[in-house]
């Protein structure tokens, strides 16, 4: 049992370029999101899906693109990447909006 | 919108004292809280959630959480601090208009001997 899986767990891009980070969750959850966190700020609302196809817009979605082509994938795209973006996403999952969120170990994202 | 507060960054107990986390919310209807623990290069994991079944909440590792309308607070209690609580902890609410899980700046809590 697999959980939330994030992929890759760390990555370093130059200033400009672009680059997609993967969620999958094997627990057939509805609600998935994209967080970031930096010292200080807690974890930040990027994107969120309540289900396949959807998607919607967090606290801080400038810069960001998301998918949700099928269920168990949540894709979160950076088209041009920026030294603000330097931070750790995590991806999470729950079945409802309501329970409990599962979270994946988190990608360490450096823009330089 | 909705919107948890947690006042300040940092908290120091020493083992064995009691450990008093607080958290404030804002919700224009009546919200799911929880509180969420992440050890050091980790996710976060739930430690305990309100549902309106309860006021008082029972979680893992003997935390507990009183929700207080009133008040509007869910503040995180331990009575007594172990080495292995060390960790940074999270409150969060879900609001069903919204949609959304917002997560506080979240409170480190580090246990000295």
């Known amino acids: 049992n697999a959980g939330v899986t994030q992929t890759p767990k760390f990555r370093v891009l130059k200033t400009g370029q672009s680059m997609t980070l993967l969620c999958a969750q094997d627990m057939n959850h509805e609600y998935m999101y994209w967080y970031r966190q930096d010292p200080g700020m807690g974890l930040r609302l990027i994107h969120y899906s309540v289900g396949e196809g959807t998607t919607a817009k967090g606290e801080v979605p400038d810069g960001y693109n998301v998918s949700r082509l099928k269920k168990q994938n949540f894709l979160l795209g950076l088209e041009s990447a920026a030294p603000s973006q330097t931070s750790v996403y995590f991806c999470a999952s729950s079945y409802r909006g309501h329970t409990e969120a599962f979270f994946g170990q988190g990608t360490r994202l450096t823009v330089v | 919108a909705q919107s948890v507060t947690q006042l300040g960054s940092h908290v120091s107990v020493s083992e064995g004292a009691l450990v008093l986390l607080r958290c404030n919310y804002s919700s224009s209807v009546p919200p799911y809280l929880f509180w969420y623990v992440q050890y050091p290069n980790q996710g976060l994991q739930l430690l305990l959630k309100?549902?309106?079944?309860?006021?008082l909440v029972k979680g893992i590792n003997g935390f507990e959480a009183e929700f207080k309308k009133s008040e509007t607070s869910f503040h995180l209690t331990k009575p007594s601090a172990h080495m292995s609580d060390a960790a940074e902890y999270f409150c969060a609410v879900w609001e069903g208009g919204s949609e959304k899980l917002v997560f506080g700046k979240g409170m480190k809590l580090t246990v000295n001997p």
């Open positions: 309100y549902t309106s079944a309860a006021t």
